[in-house]
């Protein structure tokens, strides 16, 4: 097939996260076994118009303002005359209602939709904006077929209005052999506990920052280690100062996938307090590591751990329920050790090569479909 992607982000921004990565995992592949592929993404600072990454052609236009605009205008310009098989959009911030301008079949791709949690992170105006798009994805969306990530968010399109019987699920897989035990969770002995992750405010390292001094009246000597970076550091160091625990907090910044297993392996917890996941990536890199993971009771994180099993699921805002089931995970080493060892067979079960094979099959279905 002869692939066209649009997506805010490339593999090579220095913001791409998990939606980009999925996407990555798919088309390289499809580009290993002969389709061609053209992704279209916003510019950002230092990047050069054309690039390629694993054989994919990367265009790149706008700026993080317009993407949603200035790629429609790309693909009309470069774009339009040429003959693709199938559209892909990844939905993943304002659509870009490629299903009113393209001349090739659209399969909408969808991590999880923002919903009313948008207003979390942005400021109002923006938030009314993204908000305003997405409540005009199951018009503009009608006749297209979904592929969501995982099951909580097909059962959020449906509830937007999106019939069942479009949306399709394939979940995400890991590249297995980046992800090992190098500490058995047995010899872990430090009170150690990891968030991994982009530094915004919907991603919720603030509620890790905010449990750790309940935390620490159980066991004084618990840290956290927050790996990663984003626009919402400063505020997160300014509130572990705030809170006293300014001493207990490591920040490690930007973090290569090394540096990311080691301070896995590191840690006897990881936790994930976030609002709303598309499934919870850093769950399952956690739990490929041996690490169990205390998360919000929310969508996608529903599905990524397994409560009581691979990690403990907690109300999303509770700080006191974070804080106890860390301490309780901290303190109970059987339990501890229990659920590393399920954690590990849970995480085995993903792979980037089942993902796509089962993406594939709707990418063929879909541009079959539509044609």
Known sequence: MKILAFNWRDPKHPEAGGAELHLLEILRRCVRDGDSAVWLAERFP???????????????????????????????????????????????????????????????????????????????PVGVLVRAHELMIPLVYRRTPFLAISDSTRDDLVRRGIPRAQVSVARCGLTQEDYAVTVPA?????????????????????????????????????????AGDGPYRKDLERLARALG??????????????????????????????????????????????????????????????????GLLTPHGDHAALAKAIVRLLS??????????????????????????ESRAVFESAARGAA
């Open 46 to 124: 230092g990047a050069a118009e054309r690039d390629e990454v694993f054989g994919i052609r990367i265009h790149r236009g706008g700026s993080w303002y317009n993407a949603h605009l200035a790629l429609g205008s790309l693909y009309r310009r470069h774009y339009r005359r040429e003959r693709f098989d199938l559209v892909l959009e990844d939905i993943n911030k304002v659509p870009f209602f490629t299903p009113l301008f393209a001349r090739a079949p659209v399969l909408a791709v969808v991590p999880h939709l923002f919903g009313s949690t948008v207003f979390r992170e942005a400021p109002l």
């Open 186 to 226: 047995d010899r872990r002995a430090e009170p150690e506990v990891v968030f991994v992750g982009r530094l915004r405010k919907y991603k919720g390292a603030q509620h890790a920052i905010r449990a750790l001094p309940l935390v620490r009246r159980s066991i004084p000597v618990a840290r956290l280690t927050i």
């Open 245 to 310: 625990v300014a001493d207990a907090v490591r920040f490690l910044g930007s973090v290569s996938n090394a540096e990311k297993v080691a301070a896995l392996n590191a840690a006897q917890v990881a936790v994930c307090p976030s609002p709303k996941e598309g499934w919870g990536l850093t769950v399952i890199e956690a739990n490929a590591c041996g690490t169990p993971v205390v998360a919000s009771l929310s969508p996608g994180l529903t599905e990524s751990v397994r409560d009581g099993e691979t």
């Open 332 to 357: 109970d080493r059987a339990l501890r050790l229990r659920m590393s060892e399920a954690a590990l067979d849970w995480a085995h079960r993903f792979d980037w090569e089942t993902c796509y094979r």
